[in-house]
């Protein structure tokens, strides 16, 4: 039975710590388990859809029209190399450029593990040169918040799903949609619609 233990204990603790979720980013009890630069397979957003490495991403625009992003730099950043050389903002030039996930980072926000942590991503654009793929994306939430990333596989909130059903009502009045595919559309976004935020 001994022998037994500790196999299992070592495999909990590879395994801790792989998912994480915007709530668990706030929580103190969690993030004080995790080190600046720790990765993970899979992050849930906010809006609980799923990011993980192969995730396909779009850069969005540069915050309040300016000609760099403010979370998006040219490289693998960390911490350390972050201290020793200025990161590069990426230009507005990369603005609908396509990246998939290639790692998730923990970040704590202070410079202690009794903190709150980000998520970093490493990404890359495969069509780019070789030498010039890699991507980083500080703090995930506040790049989708303030548009600089987009994600293609957000989930539908409630004000988009009672949209997409008004316009697709719209094209059933027009004789462009017939009343099944109305039907099929409104069961799929009726739980969207009537759940409670």
Do not use: W
């Amino acid at each position: 039975m001994k022998k037994l233990i500790l196999p299992v204990l070592l495999v909990g603790n590879m395994c801790f710590g792989q998912t994480l979720n915007y709530e668990q980013t706030k929580d103190l009890t969690v993030t004080s388990n995790y080190s600046n630069g720790d990765t993970l397979t899979t992050y849930y957003l906010k809006d609980g859809s799923e990011i993980k490495v192969g995730t396909k991403l779009k850069f969005g625009s540069p915050l309040n029209a300016n000609t760099r992003f403010t979370r998006l730099f040219f490289g693998e950043l960390s911490l350390g190399k972050s201290l020793l050389i200025a990161p590069e903002q990426l230009g507005d030039v990369y603005s609908g450029e396509e990246v998939v996930v290639t790692a998730i980072k923990v970040q704590h926000t202070k410079m202690t593990k009794n903190s709150q942590v980000q998520i970093n991503l490493f990404v890359q654009n495969p069509s780019a040169p070789k030498l010039a793929r890699n991507r980083t994306i500080v703090d995930l939430e506040m790049a989708i918040e303030t548009k600089e990333v987009v994600n293609p596989n957000a989930a539908m909130t409630k004000e988009q799903a009672i949209a997409k059903l008004k316009e697709a009502k719209d094209l059933v009045d027009l004789g462009i949609m017939n009343q099944v595919e109305f039907d099929q559309l409104k069961e799929k976004l009726t739980p969207i619609i009537m759940q409670k935020n």
